[in-house]
């Protein structure tokens, strides 16, 4: 059976090259008789593959040495409740709720102190990003929060918050490695894996070392931070085969691609090649602000939720698949992540036109 084009918002797809490795790989890693899923991660050749990962990730984001990484179970959404567990050292902190999981951040953060929305988009629907230059931002906050592309609603930051004094904390889970981002402006970056760089089951965290080592004494040994890192991500079995895919994901993307900054360049010029069709004509429509628009989540209308309905059943039975908005906002939604081939946007803006010859 061919592939699909599967423009799911997560789990989604991975790159061929990668998947074929992982397939050769299977069932006699590096001649060890064995599965990465089966091996000891005290062994070897497993330690080998997490230094070698992190190795990986510190090169292709371009980490500073002050940063420690780790890789965690949970997620995400538990790092909505590790953040504050570990930074709200002032007992408050600032969020700007711009979707759905920077609302669920905040609420989490709720529980452990002040949680302050200090902008919201919530008014138009979350269709832009407040302007981050005009916050009034606490001085006393401990860390500013945001999810800086919403895979929702189909936005994405064009500046972050910059406020001396103030950490900013960074969910990209939608985004990471599909451009370059500058690491030092940042306090704390945190994603799941299961959009750009892994099967779903594990977050990675890319953390500022000041701001390590200040959680208080009754914080849950496995959601402290300072716990976990000290053993290098092994204070306890970490998701091992999760790990191992990431390694996998950042050679393609080190030396198939060539780094972040030729990803940037083919994810633009896919996105373009959707937005362009979405902007030449008048039964599709985005609702996004133009500047705010998001390179790796593309969300689109046709005239009603009948015809929506239609179109996702039709461009399923023609392969392309998990085109179903979210609840959150109905309509349609292309998550055109990295492994996202050129060919299945051009082939999808062609199913729509086709769609809309018909139906119009």
């Given at each position: 059976m061919a592939r699909i084009y599967n423009f799911s918002?997560?789990?989604s797809m991975l790159p061929v090259p990668v998947l074929e490795k992982a397939q050769a790989e299977l069932l006699d890693y590096h001649g060890s008789g064995m599965s990465v899923m089966e091996m000891s991660h005290r062994?070897?050749?497993?330690?080998?593959?997490?230094?070698?990962?992190?190795?990986?990730?510190?090169?292709?984001?371009?980490?500073?040495?002050?940063?420690k990484v780790g890789f965690f179970q949970g997620g995400a959404t538990q790092q909505f409740a590790m953040v504050p567990l570990n930074f709200m050292t002032t007992g408050k902190a600032d969020y700007i709720v711009s979707g759905n999981f920077s609302n669920l951040a905040a609420k989490e953060a709720a529980k452990f102190g002040e949680a302050h929305i200090v902008?919201?988009?919530?008014?138009?629907?979350?269709?832009?990003?407040?302007?981050?230059?005009?916050?009034?931002?606490?001085?006393?906050?401990?860390?500013v929060h945001i999810c800086q592309n919403n895979t929702i609603f189909g936005t994405k930051y064009v500046d972050v918050p910059e406020v001396a004094g103030l950490p900013l904390v960074a969910d990209m889970s939608s985004m990471i490695?599909?451009?370059p981002v500058d690491v030092s402006k940042y306090g704390c970056i945190y994603f799941g894996v299961q959009k750009n760089v892994a099967p779903a089951g594990m977050?990675?965290?890319?953390?500022?070392?000041?701001?390590?080592?200040?959680?208080?004494?009754?914080?849950?040994?496995?959601?402290?931070?300072?716990?976990l890192l000290k053993k290098d991500s092994m204070y306890n079995t970490p998701p091992c085969w999760c790990i191992y895919m990431t390694g996998l994901v950042l050679e393609y993307l080190e030396h198939e691609i060539g780094g972040l900054a030729n990803m940037q360049k083919i994810n633009a010029k896919k996105a373009g090649?959707?937005?362009?069709?979405?902007?030449?004509?008048s039964f599709f429509k985005?609702?996004?602000?133009?500047?705010?628009?998001?390179?790796?989540?593309?969300?689109?209308?046709?005239?009603?939720?009948?015809?929506?309905?239609?179109?996702?059943?039709?461009?399923?039975?023609?392969?392309?698949?998990?085109?179903?908005?979210?609840?959150?906002?109905?309509?349609?939604?292309?998550?055109?992540?990295n492994a996202m081939p050129a060919?299945?946007?051009?082939?999808?803006?062609?199913?729509?036109?086709?769609?809309?010859?018909?139906?119009?």
């Open positions: 918002a997560g789990p062994s070897s050749w497993f330690d080998d593959i997490i230094k070698e990962t992190e190795a990986s990730l510190r090169r292709v984001m371009q980490i500073p040495d002050n940063y902008a919201s988009s919530e008014d138009k629907n979350f269709t832009y990003i407040p302007d981050v230059h005009t916050i009034a931002y606490d001085k006393d906050a401990s860390y490695l599909s451009e977050a990675i965290a890319v953390i500022r070392e000041d701001l390590l080592g200040h959680a208080a004494d009754n914080v849950p040994t496995m959601m402290n931070y300072t716990t090649v959707l937005y362009d069709y979405l902007d030449g004509q985005n609702p996004v602000e133009h500047k705010y628009r998001s390179m790796m989540n593309v969300t689109f209308t046709s005239p009603n939720p009948d015809m929506d309905k239609k179109f996702c059943a039709e461009a399923g039975a023609a392969g392309f698949v998990n085109l179903k908005g979210h609840r959150l906002v109905g309509g349609m939604r292309a998550s055109i992540y060919e299945g946007v051009d082939k999808l803006v062609q199913f729509m036109e086709n769609f809309r010859k018909k139906n119009a």
